[in-house]
């Protein structure tokens, strides 16, 4: 370890706030509890760093946290998170964060997802995770153009601002 008292980052994500289920608070205190005992260790030896990004997507890194984060990464042993997809959507930028977390000789722990990534296996069910949280953003994506389609056939407002001179 890089001292006594271990330093981890944890971040957090959610595309809404709704205050409820995985909200932002709930993630934070996941994560926390997960440190505690997967790394064996009384919360004073560990030193917290939160990183929130509420409102952001998962389809790439664009999230004010998420790029403080990658600056500060090599002063932190380990980075937690409440599941992989709340890192990104994306394969391929999951696979270059990971790449920078080995450089920076930081650990990623997932709370919800458990990944040896010492291994290949670990390193494998990772990237297959990966892949299944960007499918699914995909789907979200084309299920929501759909149903906007739709509704503009049937001459439904598709939301924003009514136009001048409509109710």
């Given at each position: 370890m890089?001292?006594?008292?271990?330093?981890?980052?944890?971040?957090?994500?959610?595309?809404?706030?709704?205050g409820k289920g995985e909200s932002i608070a709930n993630q934070i205190e996941e994560c926390k509890k997960y440190c505690r005992?997967?790394?064996?260790?009384?919360?004073?030896?560990?030193?917290?760093a939160v990183y929130e990004d509420e409102g952001y997507s998962g389809k790439n890194f664009q999230r004010p946290?998420?790029?403080k984060l990658l600056e500060d990464l090599a002063q932190y042993d380990f980075l937690v998170c409440y599941r992989l997809?709340?890192?990104?959507?994306?394969?391929?930028?999951?696979?270059?964060?990971?790449?920078?977390?080995?450089?920076?000789n930081v650990a990623f722990l997932s709370v919800?997802?458990?990944?040896?990534?010492?291994?290949?296996?670990?390193?494998?069910m990772m990237n297959i995770t990966s892949a299944f949280a960007e499918l699914e953003r995909d789907t979200i994506t084309?299920?929501?153009v759909d149903n906007m389609t739709?509704?503009?056939k049937t001459g439904r407002w598709l939301g924003g601002t009514t136009p001048l001179g409509f109710e």
């Open positions: 890089k001292q006594d008292i271990l330093r981890v980052a944890i971040y957090s994500r959610k595309s809404k706030f709704t005992y997967m790394l064996h260790q009384e919360e004073e030896r560990i030193h917290f946290a998420m790029k997809d709340r890192v990104s959507r994306s394969v391929s930028d999951f696979s270059n964060f990971i790449k920078r977390l080995e450089l920076a919800s997802e458990s990944f040896d990534t010492t291994k290949p296996m670990g390193r494998a084309e299920r929501i739709a509704l503009a």
